[in-house]
């Protein structure tokens, strides 16, 4: 059984989302061992000047590194990451289940991204969409589409 991680810069404090993660952990406790963490967004002035963000993208970086687990595969959620289908995702998920790549840690920064040195030890970087997506949000539908990508798989109704 895959060891799915999501990482996440950030804490969902509304209600809403924090049922909506709930509902897909449950369902895809069927198929994965699955583990939020969830780490501490740096906090910035109002109006924080580029050098500033960088910091602080640089110490989430650190705080990052020190959760992934040894031997693991990481997607990161960034904008210039790769745009797939929930197919390809099922198809890339397989994949790396076939090579033998039992932990996979999707990874989804906080409002100001990732740094660019998390994003260069990422295997597989992913973009939601070109929309922009608050980080809350993206983390309720990266469930979903991990759970649909497993529906797929499992060849199940639920993705049409």
Not at 73 to 99: F, H, I, K, P
Not at 136 to 151: G, S
Request: proline letters at 5%; charged letters at 30%; hydrophobic letters at 40%.
């Amino acid at each position: 059984m895959q060891r799915i991680t999501l990482l996440c810069v950030g804490k969902l404090k509304e209600k809403f989302y924090a049922e909506a993660a709930a509902e897909y952990v449950k369902r895809l406790s069927r198929y994965c061992k699955l583990d939020i963490v969830e780490l501490p967004e740096e906090r910035l002035p109002e109006g924080p000047s580029p050098a500033q963000i960088d910091a602080a993208l640089a110490k989430e970086a650190e705080a990052i590194r020190g959760k992934l687990p040894p031997s693991c595969t990481l997607a990161a959620l960034c904008v210039e990451g790769r745009e797939r289908s929930s197919e390809d995702l099922a198809e890339l998920m397989a994949r790396w289940a076939n090579r033998g790549e039992s932990r996979v840690v999707f990874l989804i920064g906080g409002s100001h991204g990732l740094h660019e040195s998390v994003k260069a030890e990422a295997a597989e970087k992913l973009s939601m969409s070109p929309m922009t997506f608050p980080h809350h949000l993206a983390r309720v539908m990266l469930l979903e589409q991990i759970y649909r990508a497993y529906q797929i798989n499992a060849g199940t109704r639920y993705h049409k």
